[in-house]
């Protein structure tokens, strides 16, 4: 991947609605070395789809919430088993493996704070092996980007 690949992109990532011939423009290529350019990208896996930035709020989904979960134990029948049991959880937006105090950190939307006790005592609890559980709610958000940052 070279820079015209990573500005390619960057570019779809601010408007991924974009015609091939307005991306072109945007990078200063050509209409077809441009998508040639975007379909080696997407046949190659960096580019793994498309889809529409939706504002949670709007859809029914007010609350973002982030949840850090520490495990019992670290055997990999009850990583595997935490993993996969997660993976089937439609509020977990995100599941993140970490360094430190805690081993996950999950991203999750629901509607109201009686839906997040649901989603504790009805999704996660069930799972097992989870030691501690932290919450934190999003009461505000300063920034929220898809776009990546540059490289050199």
Do not use: W
Request: with cysteine; net charge neutral.
């Amino acid at each position: 991947m070279d820079t015209k690949d990573r500005q390619i992109i960057r570019t779809l990532q601010r408007g991924g609605r974009m015609t091939n011939q307005d991306l072109a423009d945007a990078v200063s290529l050509s209409p077809s070395p441009c998508l040639r350019r975007v379909r080696n990208l997407e046949k190659n896996g960096v580019i793994q789809g498309y889809s529409a930035d939706v504002d949670a709020a709007a859809y029914g989904l007010a609350i973002t919430v982030f949840v850090r979960i520490r495990l019992e134990r670290h055997n990999e029948d009850d990583v595997q088993q935490f993993e996969r049991r997660v993976q089937m959880i439609d509020e977990v937006l995100e599941c993140h493996v970490l360094t430190g105090a805690m081993d996950y950190q999950l991203r999750v939307l629901v509607p109201d704070l009686v839906a997040y006790e649901g989603f504790i005592r009805n999704r996660i609890h069930p799972i097992g092996g989870i030691a501690s559980i932290d919450t934190s709610f999003v009461y505000g958000t300063v920034k929220n980007t898809p776009v990546f940052p540059s490289i050199g």
